[in-house]
């Protein structure tokens, strides 16, 4: 939704606001529009919401990275995990420091902490772009897998990480002057749809500005790219990071609302999960990413909530219990790629708008699709 | 130019619009979402207790049983008229002991469930991830199911109380035994990579000393393999093991040794350390034979004769349809039991203030072997245990019982509480 169909820079003339501009201005709206939406919705989904809008960070990064350069990660959970681990670390650093109090003291130990989140997935998504830039499609793809397989293990073996415990962060509660306005959910609410806004805006500005275009123009054709001027090492590298960057952010999101980061919550089938929400909501598409986050988040419960009013014998619900959902989305991923290969993004936007137009972004997505077959094999 | 330009200022009139109107939105909205007053989880007939347990994951084998006999144990009371007219209902939530998903059960419990409280809580992972959430809504958090001195802290946790004697209690009684009956041996200790192992550990420590322990080994329940651990322990020499296992790992580990042809004296902790659920775990046809002379600490009446396990036998045979009766079928209903018995001392129209000042008034009895030693300055449950040893395929107190006084382990005489009314408190 948020900048599903960026305007093209040559084809319109200069107004009062730039591209960059409107961008901000729309994600300005739906930022509020979104803590206005918190509100109406009770504590628990609101504490849904949060975790959304954290998925939804590494989501956008993934269907950008996916989308528009082609390089599939099955990894990103991890980057989420280091994005958590940053945080929880710089965090207790903060704490340690002098910075356990409530109202300004906590806020800047949340800025603290989002500073860590970005610096550890930054440099984890640095170092896997790198080698990413030199892997095409499966290896790439079979690198980032096992990172994921890779993280228990890793944080088993290094005590900073806290083993299978994983790390614990200070609860942030709701600062005085709104305690009586808001519940605590609402609040983590709050700081993660900030959050989410201040980790997607800057994908949405890239995606539509010259840093788009290149990444098109590599995942098109790299040796075409190359005659142009355009590094293809240096464009996919960025991406990665820029993306990792983005699901770090959603990992110290996570963190903040559980107050806690341990390997459980990031494992393969979690990893998994977000290719599938990036192709379903519709690789490339900022809305649809929106869209996959939430079905990722809510369709567990959905399907818990069924099986439970149904009246499934215990036993059967015991062994249903976390594989039913996984069933789901499998068949959710067939019936969508059959029924739109776009995605839902692109369901939806073909509803909307009939007649194709001239838009730069309409054509190279549309091959995206086409040759990058892995994120289906799931 | 004209066109663009006025149709970027409308885009910037309709920005400002709406942002007016979302502020107007939510200032009206605002009044919807503070928090309601009346106590949760209590209507004029019903109390309404929530739980999270490993149903599922790597926990699961050792105690998926657990809230299956304390639900059994709530039919049994309300069979009986309930406590002050209210039956309990008692919501189970499978967590899979991941501390995630157990992050999202709980609030699924108290926000859309609206318990009255939290019961039995299982694991240290898991549980200790929503100890914050549960404090700062004021959530009573009874008898948490793991023997973490993380509960005990009335001062950040005013609502959480502790049910298993603590790891260091259950790490200082089993050292004390084993040394008190095998003087001179070498002594080691296998533990979790986690607050289980290395505050069973710091227990064994207070009596042997920091270099008491020949050989230290940890494991992570997410590796089922601990095949390195057990040849490092033997290669040490160990004459004896002390164990901070889980059941599923106090298996791996004795099917692990044995293998390996290596028998020492295995001592585990209470969390680990129940025959049926070993046999079941070892297989009917060798267990008897590793398990024999196995010693393990409890604090429950577990005894085979005793009063409180034939009510608890009868109870598990009418609503738990006759499901293994093992020691976490005895926890499960001495925790019921405990509940029970602090819902009925909170008074005949409950709050949370007036469940948690019962247990803090050290009133309650429960059911162990010795006093219970809640206090509104201690907030665990049993400062001391028995020490069971399994002969002839049964698993029995053999009278040796410690305590743990601030830094010294001493015997003590074990005090069990007689049954009365049927197993069903009045207060």
């Not at chain 1, 991406?239 to 903040?256: E, I, K, N, R, Y």
Request: aromatic share 6%; with cysteine.
């Amino acid at each position: 939704m948020t900048t599903t169909r960026p305007a093209g820079p040559a084809l319109r003339p200069a107004g009062r606001l730039t591209r960059t501009q409107r961008i901000l201005v729309r994600a300005a709206l739906l930022t509020l529009l979104a803590i206005a939406a918190t509100f109406l919705l009770d504590p628990y989904r609101n504490y849904q919401l949060a975790v959304v809008a954290a998925t939804f960070c590494a989501t956008s990064g993934l269907t950008l990275l996916v989308g528009l350069t082609g390089q599939l990660s099955l990894g990103h959970a991890v980057l989420m995990a280091a994005g958590g681990y940053g945080y929880a670390l710089a965090v207790n650093a903060a704490a340690g420091a002098g910075l356990d109090g409530d109202g300004v003291a906590a806020l800047v130990r949340v800025v603290v902490g989002l500073v860590g989140a970005l610096v550890a997935s930054g440099a984890v998504g640095g170092l896997l772009g790198l080698a990413g830039a030199r892997l095409r499609g499966p290896y790439l793809a079979g690198l980032t897998l096992a990172m994921v397989v890779a993280l228990p293990a890793l944080a088993t073996q290094v005590p900073a990480l806290g083993g299978d415990q994983g790390l614990a962060v200070p609860f942030e509660a709701v600062p005085e002057a709104l305690s009586r306005l808001v519940v605590v959910e609402q609040w983590h609410a709050w700081l993660a749809i900030v959050v989410a806004a201040l980790a997607v805006t800057p994908l949405a500005v890239l995606r539509s500005g010259r840093a788009g275009l290149r990444m098109r123009a590599v995942h098109g054709d790299e040796t075409a790219a190359r005659l142009a001027g355009v590094s293809p090492a240096r464009v996919k590298v960025g991406a990665f990071v820029a993306s990792s960057l983005s699901a770090g952010l959603g990992g110290a999101v996570l963190c903040l609302v559980t107050q806690s980061v341990g390997p459980g919550r990031y494992d393969l089938a979690f990893s998994l999960l977000l290719v599938v929400a990036a192709v379903v909501g519709g690789l490339g598409s900022l809305g649809g990413a929106a869209a996959g986050a939430a079905l990722v988040v809510l369709l567990p419960w959905l399907v818990d909530t069924v099986t439970g009013a149904v009246g499934v014998p215990a036993d059967l619900e015991q062994r249903l219990s976390g594989n039913l959902a996984v069933l789901v989305f499998g068949a959710l991923l067939i019936v969508v790629t059959l029924a739109w290969p776009g995605g839902l993004a692109r369901a939806t936007a073909r509803r909307r708008a009939p007649v194709p137009g001239p838009d730069p972004s309409s054509r190279p997505p549309t091959r995206a699709r086409t040759d990058a077959p892995a994120p289906t094999e799931r | 130019m004209r066109n663009p330009r006025t149709a970027t200022t409308g885009v910037d009139a309709r920005a400002t619009g709406a942002v007016a109107a979302t502020a107007v939105a939510c200032l009206a909205l605002a009044g919807c979402s503070t928090p309601a007053a009346a106590t949760p989880g209590i209507s004029d007939d019903v109390v309404t207790v929530g739980t999270h347990q490993p149903l599922t994951g790597p926990a699961a084998a050792g105690y998926s049983s657990i809230s299956a006999a304390t639900k059994a144990y709530f039919d049994h009371v309300n069979a009986s008229g309930g406590i002050h007219d209210r039956t309990i209902e008692y919501v189970v939530k499978d967590d899979g002991y991941n501390p995630a998903t157990t992050q999202t059960v709980v609030r699924e419990l108290v926000q859309s469930d609206g318990v009255f409280a939290m019961l039995n809580g299982l694991g240290t992972p898991t549980h200790s991830s929503v100890l914050d959430y549960l404090d700062q809504h004021d959530v009573p958090d009874l008898f948490v199911a793991s023997g973490s001195t993380l509960w005990d802290d009335p001062e950040g946790h005013p609502g959480t109380f502790g049910f298993n004697a603590d790891y260091v209690v259950e790490g200082a009684a089993l050292a004390q035994y084993a040394t008190d009956e095998h003087p001179d041996q070498k002594v080691c200790v296998l533990g979790q990579d986690d607050d289980f192992g290395e505050e069973f550990l710091a227990g064994v420590e207070r009596v042997t000393g920091a270099d008491g322990v020949t050989a230290h080994e940890s494991y992570s329940t997410s590796n089922q393999d601990v095949t390195a651990q057990i040849g490092a322990l033997q290669a040490a020499g160990c004459e004896t093991v002390l164990l901070a296992t889980v059941n599923g790992f106090t298996a791996l580990a004795v099917g692990t040794a044995a293998k390996m042809g290596w028998s020492p004296r295995w001592m585990a902790s209470s969390s680990g350390g129940d025959y049926p659920t070993l046999v079941e775990l070892l297989g009917e046809d060798v267990a008897p034979t590793l398990l024999e002379g196995f010693v393990s600490a409890n604090y429950l009446p577990f005894g085979p004769d005793g009063e409180w396990v034939e009510l608890f036998r009868q109870i598990n045979d009418e609503y738990n349809d006759g499901a293994p009766f093992d020691g976490n079928t005895v926890y499960g209903m001495s925790v019921g039991y405990l509940f029970a018995e602090a819902l009925a001392q909170a008074g005949e129209n409950p709050t949370r203030e007036s469940l948690v000042q019962a247990i803090e008034s050290g009133e309650l009895v429960g059911n162990g072997i010795l006093p219970l030693s809640f206090g509104a300055d201690d907030h665990s449950a049993f400062d001391g245990v028995g020490i069971t040893v399994v002969a002839d395929g049964v698993q029995d107190y053999v009278g040796a019982t410690y305590a743990l006084d601030g830094e010294s382990v001493t015997a003590v005489e074990p005090q069990p509480v007689a049954l009365e009314n049927d197993g069903v408190p009045t207060s």
